[in-house]
């Protein structure tokens, strides 16, 4: 991707801009990014460590951002989930390949209220809802013929139309940002970093180098 010759006053390309805080910048990448992935924009990886300080790493889907922090769900008795319990800190990286941009978020995780994750549940297709039930997600499963087996007598309590309430064990976290950086492809991998870091009541910015 080729560089506008604009920058602004930190030196830094014109895209990175000059807002105190990340959440302007991050809408605004994250915009252009739902216009230039074909599949799906939404995509993160979420690194997550368990009490010993073991990392493991998995792709799950943005559900909202906001000055509150990134919001996603999931099942509840998951190993992640299991990991947030025990180390209520996380990781976000988004990868936008296409404008050969990338955004890696740091911070604490607190869970959503019980009235977000229902409204969310309830917009929903109808066949996620059925199979946010039917997935014991993270578990041994013997067969796929067992999944299959749930998966019919779920949509037989539940046929087509019906309502499907939240499963207890479906919910959602919010990741409250600590530190934000933004990363842009350069030339001969002299790419730009900006970093912001969550001072007392504002964000500090720093230039990185690649
Ligand atoms: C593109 C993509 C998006 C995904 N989105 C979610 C999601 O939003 N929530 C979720 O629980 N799993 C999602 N998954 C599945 C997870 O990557 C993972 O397999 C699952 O959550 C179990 O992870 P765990 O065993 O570490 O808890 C997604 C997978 C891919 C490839």
């Known amino acids: 991707m080729s560089h506008p010759a604009e920058t602004n006053p ?3 390309n014109a895209v990175f ?12 990448w994250y915009a252009e990014a739902a216009h ?46 299991a990991e947030l319990r025990g180390n209520p800190h996380a990781a976000i990286c988004f990868h936008w390949k296409n404008l050969r941009r990338q955004i890696r978020i740091g911070g604490p995780v ?16 109808h066949g996620s809802r059925v199979g ?11 067969s796929r013929a067992e999944l299959e087996q749930r998966l019919a007598e779920l949509q037989a309590k539940h046929p087509e139309g019906d309502e499907v ?3 207890p064990h479906w919910s959602g976290w919010r990741l409250r940002p600590s530190e934000v950086e ?5 030339g001969d ?17 720093s230039i990185l180098y690649p």
């Open 10 to 12: 930190h030196g830094l």
């Open 17 to 28: 801009g000059d807002e105190t805080e990340p959440l302007p910048l991050f809408n605004a």
């Open 36 to 81: 230039a992935e074909p599949y799906d924009h939404t995509a993160f990886a979420l690194a997550t460590a368990d009490a010993n300080g073991r990392p493991s790493v998995r792709m799950l889907l943005l559900k909202g951002a906001d000055e509150n922090g990134f919001a996603f769900y999931t099942n509840l008795n998951s190993r992640k989930a």
């Open 110 to 125: 607190t869970p959503v209220s019980d009235g977000e994750a229902d409204a969310y549940f309830a917009s929903r297709d």
């Open 132 to 142: 946010a039930w039917v997935s014991l997600q993270s578990s041994p499963m013997a």
């Open 165 to 167: 309430p939240r499963p």
């Open 182 to 186: 933004f990363w842009l492809h350069g």
């Open 189 to 205: 991998r002299l790419h730009e970093r900006l970093l912001y870091q969550k001072t007392g009541d504002g964000w500090e910015r």
